[in-house]
């Protein structure tokens, strides 16, 4: 009987560690970059025009991807926004942080847990068990934040 419970959490455990695990990212993963701090107030004013928040009370998520893998082990990822303002030129903001694997944090959703494109989207059921990755960036330690004038766009979209 013990044998049988024994086996049974062995085989429940071997499960969930399958679903949970902090799989190692890969070059090209996309993850969500979570700015707080003085990072994020610097993002806001590089992004809004009139930013009326302490910087204590900021957190910005943005989108980003592994872009390589560093020879010291750790994983450089960049994103990059443009900003159109009426009446200012356009521009564009690129964010570039080389971040240990450490501290890049995967968060599963199983099989018909609920996701949300927006805010105000009704849920849609996930048809297969994914896995989220995300990082929490603070200060400027192993990073850039460059504003850049948009000279020429081409194309038309």
Known sequence: MYLRAFLA???????????????????????FLNLEG???AKYAALTLRNLNKPASA????IGGAVTRKLPNGKFEVESST?????GHPDR????TASVEPSKIITEPTPKG???YASPNSTGVPATQDMVSQSIRLAD??????RSWKL????GDQ
Request: proline residues 4%; charged residues 15%.
């Open 82 to 86: 443009v900003i159109k303002s009426a």
């Open 92 to 95: 564009m903001i690129t964010l």
């Open 113 to 115: 847990t609920l996701v």
């Open 58 to 61: 900021l957190t910005v998520s």
């Open 38 to 40: 003085p990072l994020a």
């Open 140 to 145: 400027f330690k192993g990073l850039k934040l």
């Open 151 to 154: 000279d020429e766009e081409f």
């Open 9 to 31: 959490l062995m085989t429940l455990s071997l499960c969930c560690n399958q679903l949970f695990a902090q799989t190692a990212p890969c070059v090209g993963d996309l993850l």
